[in-house]
């Protein structure tokens, strides 16, 4: 299995490429991107399938066109689909960005398990930087989207957003094994052992 991590947008996204034997996932394709195109169009052979953390529009920008230009399927937490096509919601409208507007073909729940070929995911749902938001345990490998970043966490100030709800999910993070590494939606990767120590948002 390999992940490759690429920055995508003005709002520097980490966009993540995972590819194993039978399965290739892309996780918040923030901006169309030849790349990411090409990664799922050369593993057309495999199972795949686009992963969205949460509906904000610098991690969901490139997902419908390339979901289009991919055949590939588009997933999401359950209650975040709607922000997709909300333009309040998903920051377009304040960023001044223009989006399609789409709906995602599958939604998750909390602690739903999912398997892309070899690739066997877990959600967790992890309200707070936004309502619906979850991040996707891949093995000892957490994509966090804007919940956790190396040593802080994601903003509430925008619609849905709530601090209580997010530290909630942080604690929740935090349960999980120390060694897991974190890729978040933004900055370097971390782990959850380090967060515990050294995040200075959680106490
Ligand atoms: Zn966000």
């Known amino acids: 299995m390999e992940i490759k991590a690429i920055t995508l947008g003005d709002m520097g996204t980490n966009c993540y490429l995972v590819s194993g034997k039978s399965g290739a996932v892309v996780i918040d394709p923030a901006v169309n991107s030849a790349e990411v195109t090409e990664f799922l169009k050369k593993n057309e052979n495999k199972e795949r399938?686009?992963?969205?953390?949460?509906?904000?529009?610098?991690?969901?920008?490139?997902?419908k066109t390339l979901s289009e230009e991919t055949?590939?399927?588009?997933?999401?937490?359950?209650f975040d689909n709607d922000g997709l096509s909300n333009p309040n919601k998903n920051l377009s409208q304040l960023f001044g960005v223009d989006l399609t507007h789409f709906s995602a073909d599958i939604l998750f729940k909390d602690g739903e398990k999912f398997s892309v070929g070899d690739l066997e995911?877990?959600?967790?749902?992890?309200?707070g930087h936004t309502e619906g938001g979850v991040c996707y345990l891949l093995n000892d490998n957490l994509f966090s989207g804007?919940?956790?970043?190396?040593?802080?966490?994601?903003?509430?100030?925008?619609?849905?957003?709530?601090?209580?709800?997010?530290?909630?999910?942080?604690?929740?993070?935090?349960e999980l094994d120390g060694k897991i590494?974190?890729?978040?939606?933004?900055?370097?990767?971390t782990d959850i052992d380090h967060e515990k120590q050294f995040n200075p948002y959680i106490r």
């Open 49 to 63: 399938l686009i992963l969205i953390t949460h509906a904000h529009f610098d991690h969901i920008g490139g997902a």
């Open 71 to 78: 055949d590939t399927k588009i997933g999401i937490g359950e």
């Open 121 to 127: 995911f877990e959600v967790i749902y992890t309200s």
């Open 146 to 174: 804007d919940t956790l970043f190396y040593e802080s966490i994601g903003r509430t100030d925008f619609p849905t957003g709530d601090l209580r709800k997010l530290i909630n999910s942080v604690h929740k993070l935090f």
């Open 181 to 189: 590494k974190v890729f978040s939606g933004h900055g370097p990767s």
